[in-house]
């Protein structure tokens, strides 16, 4: 099942894609992350569905919070100069950096190296708390979906201090177009995903390229806090970062992204300056 939130004249609606490609909104105003309640509402949905394009997204949930993986894909760390890691790198991410997946990214004041990264995120179905190993880690997953970690390279790398300070303006965090629940997604290693700028193809890779997987991961990050449904965890990006180019290369106003992955749909956003 594809799960989705819209914006509708009395507000936020939760959703779903049918197979035909159109959107049918469920009863009721939008409700808590719960894919066992949002099936039973699809069942019980009566409005005609309407086509997708019609619709304005929002983003699919709002995390309760966003945790980031940092260098996970060994092309990635490479071209930044670094080593893979022996473990994973964690950072997190506010959930108000989230928007949806049509919606402008904005370049903070200051920012003067915004950058992309595809990612698939992970959305935690079942709370997680020092999950025993990998083999029931995947088990807590309730689905998957597209995430894009802006970056701001100058905060993040020039100001000294923590990476946090370059991943968290608004808009930092397109998130959507749907969730994918885990049972269509039989194997997360094993998804295509990319990015381009203005029609340009700059990131295409797998996520079987990943250094850590995701059932690793969540398993590794249940060690150190607990993850509640709700929760997404980003699990890296592949080469072709901005940072990454030759000579590096940064968004500017009115650039457009495009971002993908196999069956987690597309993100389209357009770069609009802070004001």
């Not at 004041?109 to 915004?114: A, F, L, N, Q, S």
């Not at 992970?122 to 689905?143: F, K, P």
Request: glycine residues 10%; aromatic residues 6%; proline residues 7%.
């Amino acid at each position: 099942m594809k799960l989705l939130r819209i914006h509708a004249d009395d507000g936020l609606r939760d959703a779903v894609l049918a197979d035909d490609g159109r959107v049918v909104t469920l009863p009721g105003a939008s409700e808590a992350f719960d894919p066992d309640r949002w099936r039973e509402r699809a069942a019980a949905a009566t409005d005609e569905p309407v086509p997708f394009e019609s619709v304005r997204l929002a983003a699919p949930l709002d995390p309760g919070k966003i945790v980031c993986v940092g260098l996970n894909y060994a092309d990635h760390a490479a071209e930044g100069g670094h080593e893979a890691p022996a473990e994973p790198i964690l950072f997190l991410k506010a959930p108000d950096t989230v928007v949806g997946a049509h919606d402008d990214i904005v370049i903070p004041r200051g920012g003067e190296k915004t950058d992309w990264e595809v990612e698939l995120g992970v959305v935690i179905g079942r709370t997680a708390a020092y999950v025993a190993d990998q083999a029931e880690a995947l088990e807590h997953v309730a689905g998957y979906v597209l995430v894009n970690d802006v970056s701001e390279r100058h905060f993040q790398l020039e100001r000294g201090g923590q990476w946090d300070k370059g991943k968290n303006a608004a808009t930092f965090c397109p998130l959507g177009p749907w969730i994918r629940t885990a049972d269509e997604v039989p194997d997360p290693q094993q998804l295509e995903l990319g990015l381009d700028v203005n029609g340009e193809p700059l990131q295409d890779s797998s996520t079987a390229e990943m250094i850590f997987g995701v059932a690793h991961l969540v398993h590794y990050i249940s060690q150190f806090m607990t993850l509640y449904p709700g929760d997404v965890i980003s699990t890296g990006t592949p080469s072709g970062v901005g940072a990454g180019q030759k000579p590096p290369r940064y968004l500017r106003e009115g650039d457009v992204l495009r971002v993908w992955a196999d069956g987690l749909g597309e993100q389209r956003n357009r770069l609009v300056a802070a004001k």
